[in-house]
């Protein structure tokens, strides 16, 4: 059964969906974009924008019990292809090795106006009997 995954450490959903959804063993995170949860305001700058987005997805993960080393695949939707590189500078820092597989098409426009990157993530569950214990 499908378990909805919600924190006030990320922005709210802002329509049908949920921040992210546990299944089968994974989480499946919604777009996250560079939203500060507690002033509701956009991030200056794509590097702002990107690191804010990661500390979002890191709080739903966080929620769901996992972390960004848990992270399998990840989504970065841009509206600039220019931003690629600062982009990848702030998303280095975030994710250890090896870092997840990726996919990042260039976009139009996001929905929430001004968001210049939003971006998703699927992780896996550790399997709680792979765990070494003492």
């Known amino acids: 059964m499908p378990k909805k995954v919600s924190t006030t450490h990320a ?5 049908p969906y949920s921040q992210a959804i ?7 995170c919604s777009g996250q974009v ?7 305001q956009l991030a200056d700058g794509i590097e702002g924008q990107t690191e804010q987005a990661l500390r ?3 709080a739903v993960l ?4 996992l972390a960004m ?3 399998v695949k990840t989504t970065l939707w841009l509206t600039h292809a220019g931003d690629f590189a600062a982009v990848n500078a702030v998303y280095a820092r975030h994710f250890p090795e090896p870092a997840p597989a990726r996919s990042t098409p260039i976009v139009a426009a996001l929905p929430l106006r001004g968001a210049r990157i939003s971006i998703e993530a699927i992780a896996i569950k550790p399997d ?6 003492d």
Do not use: Q, R
Request: proline fraction near 11%.
């Open 11 to 15: 922005p709210a959903a802002l329509g």
């Open 22 to 28: 546990e299944a089968g063993g994974m989480v499946f």
């Open 34 to 40: 560079g939203v500060d949860p507690a002033t509701k």
């Open 56 to 58: 979002n997805l890191s």
């Open 62 to 65: 966080e929620a769901a019990g």
């Open 69 to 71: 080393s848990d992270v």
């Open 128 to 133: 709680p009997g792979s765990i070494p214990t």
